[in-house]
């Protein structure tokens, strides 16, 4: 099954908090897939963290995207790919039409979604540090 495009995508207009400054490394946010206590279902876009929680059917154990819970899953959303092996964040080497889209995928999880942080250990070729 293939990701949508974000542009098919709609959804009511959402009230957000400030973003958030925290700092997590890949194995950190593993912690977020929606299986730990917390119960909270983190998904990373270039880098920054979003808190899709209040999603927990797509995003959760057994959602349809739950692929990219807990994770930098940039070259999967870019490819709109749900395979394991693409909910990586090293997207450096796709081409201009994948990262458009990638880049329409963070749009729209900025206007929906709680950033909650960055990722501090992408690999070199996406980092921000």
């Known amino acids: 099954m293939a990701a949508p495009q974000p542009s098919s995508l709609t959804s009511p207009p959402v009230h957000l908090n400030a973003p958030r400054l925290d700092l997590y490394t890949q194995e950190q946010l593993k912690d977020f897939d929606g299986t730990g206590s917390s119960g ?42 749900v395979k394991p092996e693409d909910a990586v964040p090293d997207y450096s080497e796709l081409n201009e039409e994948a990262k458009k889209t990638l880049d329409g995928w963070y749009e729209f999880f ?15 070729a996406v980092s921000r540090f």
Request: net charge positive; proline share 4%.
């Open 40 to 81: 909270k279902i983190y998904v990373a876009i270039k880098g920054t963290v979003f808190d899709v929680s209040a999603k927990p059917e797509m995003y959760g154990a057994g959602g349809a995207y739950h692929v990219f819970a807990g994770k930098d899953a940039s070259k999967g959303l870019a490819l709109s790919s």
């Open 110 to 124: 900025q206007k929906r979604y709680n950033i909650m942080g960055t990722v501090s250990d992408l690999p070199a």
